[in-house]
């Protein structure tokens, strides 16, 4: 239900990256120009931003609360090879036991015998290195939201204080151009 392909989150964090490098690129430009409507845009598209990052980091937390039976699924469709592969690198037979899902060959799980004298299952080691790395993807793509709030408050300010500049410039034009402090 909630198989999550390597493929799937790596062109989330394309368009996350691209995402945030265009805005990064529009409020430089926006911040140059007079006014305040471009700044009132930029906040619309933080607020896009935001809504994009909150919906990435929400489906990788998703998942991390199913990710022993989501690998499961994905570890049952690797070849056999694969399978033997990982058993060795890991030394383990089977994923939640010897039965499941084990491929017998390479020097860790020979045969049936040896799967089940060994005990130790792959689904352990497996779940603690990708544990660590979808904590850590997530923990970074949620931190980016501070980084996006911070931005939209700044924002504010700015259009703040641009809108007080131009009340002040058309205090002074009613005045004849003098300055009205």
Not at 23 to 30: M, P
Not at 66 to 75: D, G, K
Request: glycine share 8%.
């Amino acid at each position: 239900m909630y198989n999550i392909p390597l493929k799937v989150t790596s062109q989330a964090g394309s368009v996350l990256g691209i995402t945030l490098l265009a805005t990064f690129v529009l409020s430089l430009l926006v911040i140059l120009q007079r006014g305040t409507l471009g700044l009132k845009i930029l906040n619309w598209v933080l607020l896009a931003n935001s809504i994009v990052i909150l919906f990435i980091g929400t489906y990788i937390w998703v998942f991390t609360l199913h990710e022993r039976n989501n690998y499961h699924a994905i570890f049952g469709q690797q070849s056999n090879e694969t399978k033997i592969l990982i058993q060795d690198m890991l030394k383990c037979c089977g994923y939640f036991n010897a039965a499941d899902e084990v491929a017998f060959g390479g020097t860790t799980c020979p045969n049936q015998a040896a799967a089940t004298a060994l005990s130790n299952f792959c689904v352990t080691p497996i779940i603690k290195f990708t544990d660590s790395t979808l904590d850590n993807v997530f923990s970074t793509v949620d931190g980016f939201m501070a980084i996006v709030i911070g931005f939209f408050l700044a924002n504010m300010c700015v259009i703040k204080k641009r809108q007080e500049f131009e009340r002040f410039e058309k205090i002074d034009s009613k005045h004849g151009g003098h300055s009205f402090i």
